[in-house]
């Protein structure tokens, strides 16, 4: 079974930083596909970045500003966000596959975290 926790969270102003980690048990980060999701009130989930052994594949919104890193001794899935803005505003989710290269659909994607509010204020 598969269980997936997201920390570090938390409320920055504008251009602040913070990092999201995602601790696993019954899941490999680096071996799949895995990724970051968000979701702001009244909008889609949508996936913000994603990583394979392949290599990493951001949202156009975070490119340059995030990044996305497995680490393989600690079994955590990270986001490093920097030069966050208020649009980051959002759940954060992390999610994975037991797939080599990521799917597209939400609905491939089989594991979740509970997700960890990002709040950045002007």
């Known amino acids: 079974q598969v269980h997936m926790v997201e920390s570090g969270g938390g409320s920055v102003q504008a251009g602040g930083s913070l990092r999201l980690s995602c601790a696993a048990s019954g899941y490999t980060f680096g071996d799949y596909c895995s990724g970051w999701f968000r979701q702001a009130p009244g909008k889609e989930r949508e996936r913000v970045a994603s990583?394979?052994?392949?290599?990493?594949n951001y949202a156009d919104s975070v490119k340059g500003r995030f990044t996305i890193s497995a680490d393989r001794a600690k079994n955590t899935l990270d986001l490093q966000m920097n030069n966050l803005k208020p649009e980051d505003t959002a759940m954060y989710y992390c999610?994975?596959?037991?797939?080599?290269?990521?799917?597209?659909?939400?609905?491939?994607?089989?594991?979740w975290g509970q997700g960890t509010q990002v709040t950045v204020s002007s």
């Open positions: 990583i394979t052994r392949y290599g990493t």
């Open positions: 999610a994975a596959q037991r797939l080599a290269y990521c799917r597209s659909r939400i609905s491939d994607w089989s594991y």
